[in-house]
């Protein structure tokens, strides 16, 4: 852009997760992280966003809705999904500043309808220039790999609703797989296990602080004691249990091996030619998911790969939105919607 419209217009990368997004503003950084999530009346008139709306889940009445749109995946409310967009791109903008391009990370099963979706309502939002580009490859970019090169890289990305497993070659996404068993399961795993063999029932927020507090699948973190407060099934009445953290490996174990699962199967697709490439870069691990403690050791014992966990594994895909903004005409090639091959 030339430096006359700098001033007046700031480029936007955002990370549109389906448990956060996060807004990176070209001037000014990081300027956003916030749940998606979003509070509507039932006018759909915004009532609140993010933490706020967060903060309201299961206590709201009938008169207002506390939705996440994109809780699968997809945009699963359209509605919602359009609101919440242009209420962060609003918060994350400076008045006296016009948006110009921005840089959106979706997930890979993105449908043309939920394309154009996104796109409109960053449009409403005011941008000027609306880009896509697929998460596990802004998430590829994020962790520093040189997704140009001619070299495969496996980018395994775990966030709140989906896994997304990519192989990524000289600016494309040669195979991907998404799973929609990622963060969010996880929590209901954990609820899940101990309603069976506790007979207590605690809510998903408390499940998620304590799959992020205590959640291991190794045993090598085992020891720490994990006190848990919920609702006896039996009498009805409150009621207050302490277990070993090692309950976790067990609640959380079948969800592991289907994220394992789905890696393993990337390789019945994958040209021959491709696999050396992956055996000699190992995989890539990222997202909030990503850092559950063991998973990367885990799944480097199934694969019998070599697993990093992304250094900036919550940021990479906002990091990834950032580098495009940042080398646009370089890196134009790898988006969603502007194909230059
Ligand atoms: N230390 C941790 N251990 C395990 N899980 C964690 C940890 N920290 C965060 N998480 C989980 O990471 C998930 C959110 O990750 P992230 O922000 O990458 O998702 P997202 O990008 O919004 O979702 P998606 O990529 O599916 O659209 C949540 O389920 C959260 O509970
Ligand atoms: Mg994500």
């Keep these: 852009m030339l430096s006359i419209f700098r001033y007046f217009f700031t480029d936007l990368g955002i990370d549109l997760g389906t448990a956060n997004t996060i ?7 990081f300027v956003l992280n916030q749940p998606s999530v979003i509070a509507l009346d039932q006018s759909n008139r915004l009532v609140a966003c993010g933490t706020d709306a967060k903060n309201m889940m299961g206590k709201t009445g009938n008169s207002i809705q506390v939705i996440r749109p994109l809780a699968d995946g997809v945009i699963a409310n359209f509605v919602a999904g359009e609101e ?8 994350a903008s400076v008045s006296r500043f016009k948006i ?18 996104v796109i409109e309502s960053a449009e409403i939002a005011g941008a000027r220039e609306v880009h896509l580009i697929a998460e596990p490859m802004a998430a590829a970019i994020g962790s520093n790999i040189n997704v140009l090169d001619n070299k495969a890289h496996m980018v395994v990305d775990i966030g709140g609703g989906t896994t997304d497993i990519a192989v990524i070659n000289l ?10 068993i990622a963060g969010d399961e996880m929590n209901e795993a954990v609820m899940r296990h101990l309603k069976q063999h506790y007979h207590l029932v605690i809510g998903e927020a408390t499940s998620e602080k304590i799959k992020i507090r205590y959640g291991t699948v190794s045993k090598q973190y085992n020891g ?7 609702m006896d099934l039996v009498s009805g009445l409150p009621r207050r ?18 994220i394992v699962h789905s890696i393993v199967s990337i390789f019945e697709k994958l040209p021959l030619n491709l696999v050396d490439d992956i055996v000699d870069s190992g ?8 850092l559950l403690k063991g998973l990367d050791e885990l799944i480097s014992e199934k694969t019998r790969l070599k697993v990093h966990v992304s250094s900036n594994a919550f940021y990479s895909v906002a990091e990834g939105t950032r580098r495009v903004l940042e080398n646009f005409n370089h890196l134009r090639i790898v988006l969603m919607n502007d194909k230059r091959h």
Excluded: C, H, W
């Design 171 to 180: 600016g494309g996404i040669v195979v991907d797989n998404t799973i929609r």
């Design 23 to 29: 807004i990176f503003a070209e001037d000014r950084g």
């Design 100 to 117: 110009g391009k921005v840089v959106i990370g979706v997930p890979t099963g993105i449908t043309e309808v939920e394309k154009q979706a």
């Design 283 to 290: 995989i890539i691990l990222t997202g909030g998911g990503a």
């Design 224 to 230: 720490k004691s994990v006190d848990i407060r919920g």
């Design 84 to 91: 919440m967009v242009k209420a962060f791109i609003r918060n």
């Design 241 to 258: 249990l302490a277990l070993p953290n090692s309950f976790l490996i067990d609640a959380l174990q079948g969800i592991v091996d289907t």
